[in-house]
């Protein structure tokens, strides 16, 4: 009994201390870690977010793998970072096949050595109702947004541990922690994804000898990269959650990573619909989506992707 109390005690402290630190880091500008020479990984590199964080990692003096479905803009996010004098490798894969990873992270070992941060950004989502959805389009959204993260972790964790060293960054999204109507696929995928995250960084805090192995999970709020265009809250309230810009989503997630920042919501408001949705009846975060219009948001995005498949307007 007495163990227990000491535990009990000790854990008091150790919560009270973090808590302390968090308010610190929050007030107090984090001191941030150079990732100069350090060889980065990023999937999804052709585009949005992916591209951004390239541009991001290569102003910090890093050396770029890209990764990316699309050749040919996965080869300009290549020239963008080349034209910042710093190095950039583009490999095409299938992150759908599990083969495809494997085989080109070999290539990537063999032809650059090993990866020391992996950016898991890559992401698609179906845009479809559920009983409209093609099967194949929500696997695919299974695949690359959730399944894809174990095989790009099986794949390069392995050297990260054996070095004790490494960052593995898993962009997820606010659809993680919380839903919404019409995007079955995505959010399962994301809620997959957070929960994957989690685990693995649970499972590095309970090994010995890797501790300097870190991981940071990067959930932001609906990004204007036209990814989900056409999704709005209450017009009324538009002003106040807007799309994010991609730049500051990827420079606030960029802070994150270099302070070694285990999670962050972007922008901060998120956290408080996070906790609500804990604490909140059911009921209550029924009625708080009704209000701000979160609970039809994905109604005029359906639409608007209905649209451009039926090439009525242009995708962006």
Same mark, same amino acid.
């Given at each position: 009994?007495?163990?227990?109390?000491?535990?009990?005690?000790?854990?008091?402290?150790?919560?009270?201390?973090?808590?302390?630190?968090?308010?610190?880091?929050?007030?107090?500008?984090?001191?941030?870690?150079?990732?100069?020479?350090?060889?980065?990984?990023?999937?999804?590199?052709?585009?949005?977010?992916?591209?951004?964080?390239?541009?991001?990692?290569?102003?910090?003096?890093?050396?770029?793998?890209?990764?990316?479905?699309?050749?040919?803009?996965?080869?300009?996010?290549?020239?963008?970072?080349?034209?910042?004098?710093?190095?950039?490798?583009? @490999?095409?894969?299938?992150?759908?096949?599990?083969?495809?990873?494997?085989?080109?992270?070999?290539?990537?070992?063999?032809?650059?050595?090993?990866?020391?941060?992996?950016?898991?950004?890559?992401?698609?989502?179906?845009?479809?109702?559920?009983?409209?959805?093609?099967?194949?389009?929500?696997?695919?959204?299974?695949?690359?947004?959730?399944?894809?993260?174990?095989?790009?972790?099986?794949?390069?964790?392995?050297?990260?541990?054996?070095?004790?060293?490494?960052?593995?960054?898993?962009?997820?999204?606010?659809?993680?922690?919380?839903?919404?109507?019409?995007?079955?696929? @995505?959010?399962?995928?994301?809620?997959?994804?957070?929960?994957?995250?989690?685990?693995?960084?649970?499972?590095?805090?309970?090994?010995?000898?890797?501790?300097?192995?870190?991981?940071?999970?990067?959930?932001?709020?609906?990004?204007?990269?036209?990814?989900?265009?056409?999704?709005?809250?209450?017009?009324?309230?538009?002003?106040?959650?807007?799309?994010?810009?991609?730049?500051?989503?990827?420079?606030?997630?960029?802070?994150?990573?270099?302070?070694?920042?285990?999670?962050?919501?972007?922008?901060?408001?998120?956290?408080?619909?996070?906790?609500?949705?804990?604490?909140?009846?059911?009921?209550?975060?029924?009625?708080?989506?009704?209000?701000?219009?979160?609970?039809?948001?994905? @109604?005029?995005?359906?639409?608007?992707?209905?649209?451009?498949?039926?090439?009525?307007?242009?995708?962006?």
């Amino acid at each position: 009994m007495m163990i227990v109390l000491i535990d009990l005690v000790s854990m008091l402290l150790d919560l009270t201390y973090t808590i302390i630190s968090a308010m610190v880091r929050a007030i107090l500008r984090p001191r941030l870690k150079s990732v100069d020479g350090q060889l980065c990984l990023i999937t999804g590199a052709g585009g949005g977010l992916g591209r951004l964080f390239a541009l991001e990692f290569a102003r910090e003096g890093a050396e770029l793998v890209l990764w990316d479905c699309n050749t040919e803009a996965n080869e300009k996010t290549a020239e963008r970072v080349r034209e910042l004098g710093c190095r950039a490798h583009a @490999y095409t894969v299938d992150l759908t096949k599990r083969e495809s990873i494997y085989q080109t992270a070999d290539r990537v070992r063999k032809e650059l050595g090993d990866v020391n941060i992996l950016v898991n950004n890559a992401g698609v989502v179906a845009g479809r109702r559920l009983l409209e959805c093609p099967d194949e389009l929500l696997e695919r959204t299974m695949l690359v947004n959730c399944h894809a993260l174990f095989w790009m972790t099986k794949a390069f964790l392995p050297q990260m541990k054996a070095k004790n060293h490494g960052h593995i960054v898993t962009v997820a999204s606010t659809l993680g922690l919380f839903s919404t109507a019409c995007v079955e696929d @995505y959010c399962a995928s994301k809620f997959g994804a957070v929960g994957f995250h989690e685990s693995l960084t649970h499972s590095l805090l309970t090994e010995e000898g890797v501790d300097g192995v870190k991981t940071t999970l990067i959930c932001p709020y609906i990004v204007n990269t036209g990814m989900f265009a056409g999704c709005q809250i209450r017009e009324e309230l538009q002003g106040l959650i807007p799309p994010l810009d991609p730049l500051y989503c990827v420079q606030e997630s960029m802070k994150a990573i270099l302070a070694d920042q285990q999670m962050i919501c972007i922008p901060r408001l998120m956290y408080f619909a996070f906790v609500s949705r804990a604490l909140l009846p059911w009921e209550a975060n029924v009625a708080t989506y009704r209000f701000m219009g979160g609970d039809k948001c994905m @109604y005029s995005f359906i639409k608007t992707k209905q649209q451009v498949v039926n090439g009525d307007v242009k995708s962006s």
